[in-house]
C-alpha cells in the first residue's frame, strides 16, 4: 500500500469512536470511517462484532451482511472506505503485552485482517477500563513488502 503516512481524523469522530468503546466495554467493537476517496474521513459508523459472544472481549470481526450494506450506503453516497476501526481491551483474560508495543498495536489476526485491506488504514483505541479518561488512539497501514507502519495520526 504504502509507508507511513499521515491520517487525519476530526475529533468528534474520535469522541464517537471511543464513546462506542466505552458503551461495549469489555468487549471489542468495530466500525467503519467513511469519506471521499482522497480525503480525511467524514463519518464514523459503528458495527456490530459479530465474533462469538464468548470472545468479544479479545476478538472482532465484522458481519459479512452489514459490511456489504455499510459499503453499498457508502458508494450510494461517494465514499469510500477510509478506515477500518476496532478496540483492545484490558481485561483478565488478555495478559499484557509483553511484547514492548504498545496496547493499541495491531495483533497478529489484525494483521491478517489488514492483508485483506492493504488500502485502508486501521484505527485501534485501547482502553484499560470503560471510565479510561486517557484512551490510547493510534492508526496503522501496511507498506508495500507487507509490514505494519504507524500513520502519524493527527486529530483536529
Known amino acids: 500500500m504504502r509507508g507511513k503516512s499521515m491520517f ?8 464517537s469512536i471511543v464513546a462506542h468503546a466505552r458503551r461495549d466495554y469489555p468487549r471489542k467493537v468495530c466500525g467503519q470511517l467513511l469519506g471521499l476517496e482522497g480525503a480525511s474521513p467524514e463519518r464514523y459508523v459503528p458495527m456490530a462484532n459479530a465474533d462469538d459472544p464468548a470472545v468479544q472481549a479479545y476478538s472482532w470481526r465484522f458481519d459479512p451482511t452489514e459490511q456489504l450494506e455499510v459499503h453499498r450506503q457508502a458508494l450510494a453516497r461517494g465514499e469510500v472506505s477510509l478506515a477500518a476501526v476496532h478496540s483492545h481491551s484490558r481485561v483478565p483474560l488478555r495478559p499484557m503485552t509483553d511484547s514492548g508495543l504498545p496496547e493499541a498495536y495491531p495483533s497478529p489476526k489484525d ?5 485483506l485491506q492493504p488500502d485502508i488504514h486501521f ?7 470503560r471510565d479510561d479518561t486517557e484512551p490510547e488512539v493510534r492508526s496503522f497501514c501496511l507498506t508495500e513488502a507487507g509490514e505494519v507502519a504507524e500513520d502519524t ?4
Request: charged content about 30%.
Open 153 to 156: 495520526l493527527r486529530v483536529e
Open 111 to 115: 494483521i491478517e485482517f489488514m492483508t
Open 8 to 15: 487525519h481524523l476530526r475529533a468528534d469522530l474520535v469522541e
Open 123 to 129: 484505527v485501534i483505541v485501547a482502553l484499560k477500563g
